[in-house]
């Protein structure tokens, strides 16, 4: 799902970064609020679940590959504020140091998995959960269909360019796949492979914490700490 460099135009990199700075203030200012000193460190090893869940890519028949993200986890436990500021750190390790996303992408990128996906799937999860009860099964839909939700998210943006953005013969600039290639291909990747693999993992954390009775840790069950 990571977005490369050369794949978006420039004015839809800065457009999306843009978005993102508003985004990471409140998230900064939320997590502020709502976390306790004593889950800083939940917070850090959030971001580096989410580094390195998202280091595994699973080739699929389509030709692209696909990974987990673990941002709806993130969310569940710390909160999806706390949750957009785990992910996107993961996400400008990445880009910057391992080359995986672009650089200039980082803010669409960052759209996707730190912003549309945890809060997409921490709402379906909320919605399920009701009031705690069947967490299990609601972490598990709300984290399939937050990464899916994403994965649309990238599926548009790569699809839109060739549509915004040609030469004067009529050539793509950037990204050539139309609408009609990019999100078949996203999204049989992601529901197939990469939504699967993100509701088991998350399912199965969610429920080892409920089993060892550590309900404290879970982002709804806390009451707003200032």
């Excluded at 004015?11 to 999306?16: E, G």
């Excluded at 839109?160 to 004067?168: D, E, R, V």
């Excluded at 139309?178 to 969610?206: D, F, K």
């Amino acid at each position: 799902m990571h977005i490369p460099d050369g794949y978006l135009s420039p004015s839809t990199c800065a457009v999306f970064f843009a978005a993102m700075i508003p985004v990471w203030a409140v998230a900064a200012k939320k997590t502020r609020e709502t976390l306790q000193a004593k889950q800083v460190p939940l917070l850090a090893l959030a971001a580096a679940f989410s580094f390195v869940i998202m280091m595994f890519n699973v080739p699929v028949p389509d030709g692209t590959t696909a990974h987990a993200v673990g941002g709806t986890l993130d969310a569940i436990v710390l909160g999806p504020w706390a949750a957009c500021i785990a992910v996107s750190t993961a996400l400008v390790i990445q880009a910057l140091v391992f080359g995986d996303g672009g650089v200039w992408a980082i803010g669409a990128n960052c759209f996707n998995m730190a912003f549309v996906l945890p809060f997409v799937g921490y709402a379906i999860y909320r919605a399920l959960s009701v009031g705690g009860r069947r967490r299990v099964l609601a972490s598990m839909v709300g984290s399939y269909i937050g990464i899916n939700a994403a994965a649309f998210c990238a599926a548009v943006e790569f699809g839109i360019q060739p549509l915004l953005f040609k030469s004067a013969t009529g050539a793509p600039l950037y990204c050539p796949y139309s609408l009609s290639q990019s999100i078949p291909a996203m999204m049989l990747a992601h529901l197939t492979v990469a939504g699967i693999v993100e509701a088991i993992i998350t399912g199965l954390v969610v429920y080892y914490l409920q089993k060892a009775h550590q309900e404290d840790l879970f982002f709804d069950a806390a009451p707003i700490r200032r």
